[in-house]
């Protein structure tokens, strides 16, 4: 669910940072798409990044299997139990304190990811050729630019509705369609959440730039495995903690407060029909994380 509450920053959620690494392999969203598959995509959406060369290719392709394999192995189980709190949940009582709880229960899901996958992205980060970060660089600045374009274009009424169809497009696949007098109060919420996308951009911006400083860091001096893994977290730690920025911060902290009140009160407007949507989808993850939990164990 909080893949849905706290979009842009999303529950298990993306883009190429060392963090986002981490984030990728293990998003809800590829049990939807096909957990099964995931190893095969990380990989791919990295070697867009970096461009593999011929021997870096195998362990490359053995790390993020061992990731995986752990990560069925020790947090699938933890997921369901998370997840069946959430579908239990009375929706008519939701509160936005209920929801920011659980964001922050799934941030340290996924700082724990994080945390393990820190050697494995040691080594990657170790790895890399003067041109595979210049890869990076490259790819990292087209994305930049497809962010521009989507996100600073327009006049303010025009990012807010761009905004609010990003919104209803995850509130449809959580509740299914909503009726016009829902949709109305919807946007009056969606329009009330801060809206700063050039601050967006320039915290994207930074972390690309932290990130590139410490792959280029990495690749002069030549760190021990161990140093290495410390650096990621540490960058790890800087980009949750928007690199002390206190205006990031403050503008984080109040982004949050407001998609929860958000979906707080989508619950609360919630019809049975809709209920029923969303205790339903939910239910599809348990049964998927359950599945796959058990092929881990087996």
């Not at 299997?65 to 239990?88: C, G, M, N």
């Not at 730690?237 to 911060?249: C, H, K, S, Y």
């Amino acid at each position: 669910m909080q893949k849905f509450i706290m979009r842009p920053d999303r529950f298990w959620m993306q883009k190429l940072c060392i963090a986002g690494l981490a984030l990728l392999l293990f998003a809800c969203s590829a049990a939807r798409m096909g957990y099964n598959n995931g190893e095969l995509v990380s990989y791919w959406w990295l070697d867009s990044y970096v461009d593999f060369e011929n021997d870096q290719k195998p362990w490359v392709k053995q790390h993020i299997s061992t990731l995986f394999d752990w990560h069925r192995k020790t947090q699938l189980r933890d997921y369901v139990q998370f997840v069946s709190r959430i579908q239990h949940r009375d929706l008519s009582t939701a509160r936005p304190a209920d929801l920011l709880n659980d964001y922050n229960e799934g941030k340290a899901r996924i700082l724990r990811i994080a945390d393990r996958a820190a050697p494995e992205l040691a080594d990657l980060a170790l790895s890399l050729t003067p041109a595979q970060i210049a890869n990076v660089e490259q790819k990292f600045t087209r994305n930049s630019n497809k962010f521009r374009k989507e996100y600073l274009s327009g006049d303010t009424d025009e990012r807010q509705k761009f905004r609010y169809r990003k919104m209803m497009k995850q509130a449809e696949y959580w509740f299914g369609n909503f009726d016009r007098d829902q949709e109305i109060r919807l946007r009056a919420l969606s329009d009330a959440r801060p809206l700063n996308n050039e601050m967006l951009l320039a915290e994207r911006l930074q972390r690309q730039q932290e990130l590139l400083a410490l792959l280029r860091k990495i690749h002069a001096e030549r760190p021990s495995r161990n140093e290495a893994a410390a650096m990621i977290r540490k960058y790890i730690t800087d980009t949750v903690d928007r690199f002390g920025d206190p205006e990031r911060q403050k503008f984080a902290e109040a982004s949050n407060q407001a998609n929860a009140a958000l979906v707080a009160q989508m619950m609360r407007m919630a019809t049975p029909e809709q209920r029923r949507h969303f205790v339903n989808t939910l239910q599809d993850w348990i049964g998927d994380f359950n599945r796959l939990s058990a092929q881990a164990r087996s």
